[in-house]
């Protein structure tokens, strides 16, 4: 897991891996993820590399393997995960805009508070992971196995869950609008706290 190393500027958030500073207060936020990309493009496995509110567009994030890394507060525009396996990640509070998550592998991971735009988790395993509070929007999970995650107080609208499998899955006080759940185990995801 990444180790926290407050940031030199005295703010109390996390300095990037390998800088003295938080994205906020680097010097050039643009170069610092320029560096941070090419060293996740050169690797097959990166383990506890903290991002934290950097920008992304247009990164082939794809094909590699993320253990313990720290990307909460990001923003994602038009990036590509397909096929990537990531264990014990945060992407807390981060916007995905237009991005594909599509066969990934994603375990233990949270997403709490994210925005998701356009973006695509189809033919995924999504197991035990944290949608909570987040704004998922005209995006889709076909396809999908999401046992035991939770989507617990979260907005979801014109969005597809279409063939998934949502045993142990938690919708609790989520609002859903233009949501499609065809052919999913609905009967097995829980949607309200028994008495």
Known sequence: MFT??????????????????????SANA??????????IQSQTSVKDLVCSGLHFSSIDFS????????FS????????FTKSFFRMNFFDFSQFYECDFSKTDIQFTSFAGCT??????????????????????????????LYNSRFIN??????????????????????????????SNTAEAIFEMEP
Do not use: M, W
């Open 30 to 39: 643009d170069l610092e993820a320029g560096r941070l990309i090419q060293y």
């Open 116 to 145: 998701f735009q356009d973006c695509t988790f189809e033919g995924s395993e999504l197991v035990h992971d944290n949608f909570s509070g987040s704004h998922i929007k005209e995006s889709t999970f076909n396809d999908s196995n």
């Open 63 to 70: 094909h590699r393997r993320y253990f313990g890394c720290n």
């Open 154 to 183: 979260t907005k979801i609208q014109a969005s597809d869950f279409i063939d998934c499998n949502v045993k142990k899955t938690f919708f609790i006080a989520s609002k859903q609008e233009q949501v499609s759940f065809k052919s």
């Open 73 to 80: 507060g990001c923003t994602f525009t038009l990036c590509v």
């Open 4 to 25: 926290l190393y407050p940031c030199a500027a005295g703010c109390g958030k996390p300095c990037l891996s390998g800088a003295k500073t938080c994205a906020q207060h």
